[in-house]
Nanobody
Framework: QLELVESGGGLVKPGGSLRLSCAAT????????IGWFRQAPGKERERISCTSDEYTIYGDSVKGRFTVSRVKDQNTVYLNMNNLEPEDTGVYYCAARMGSGDICNRLYMDHWGGGTPVTVSS
């Protein structure tokens, strides 16, 4: 059974950077497409990115500021966040769905981590 654990969240000032980690145990992430999602207070969970094989698709709200990297021998996926804005505040989740392609739909992910909170504020 795949288990995901996020870490790296915290408080950061506008314009700052954070790196979130999504560490997997129980199975290799190579069989999965990995999505990063975030949920702001009072809002629906939003997809930020979907990583499959060697490519990543980014949401418009983070394109050019966030990048995803996957380290296979660590079985970990990272979300590198730069030029953070107050609108980036929320709980960040990683999730996995078996298979490849742009399949990171929040309704159909197979496994979720517990989330890590990010607050962007001066």
């Amino acid at each position: 059974q795949l288990e995901l654990v996020e870490s790296g969240g915290g408080l950061v000032k506008p314009g700052g950077s954070l790196r979130l980690s999504c560490a997997a145990t129980g199975n290799s992430l190579e069989w999965y497409s990995i999505g990063w999602f975030r949920q702001a207070p009072g809002k629906e969970r939003e997809r930020i990115s979907c990583t499959s094989d060697e490519y990543t698709i980014y949401g418009d709200s983070v394109k050019g500021r966030f990048t995803v990297s996957r380290v296979k021998d660590q079985n970990t996926v990272y979300l590198n966040m730069n030029n953070l804005e107050p609108e980036d505040t929320g709980v960040y989740y990683c999730a996995a769905r078996m298979g490849s392609g742009d399949i990171c739909n929040r309704l159909y992910m197979d496994h979720w981590g517990g989330g890590t909170p990010v607050t962007v504020s001066s």
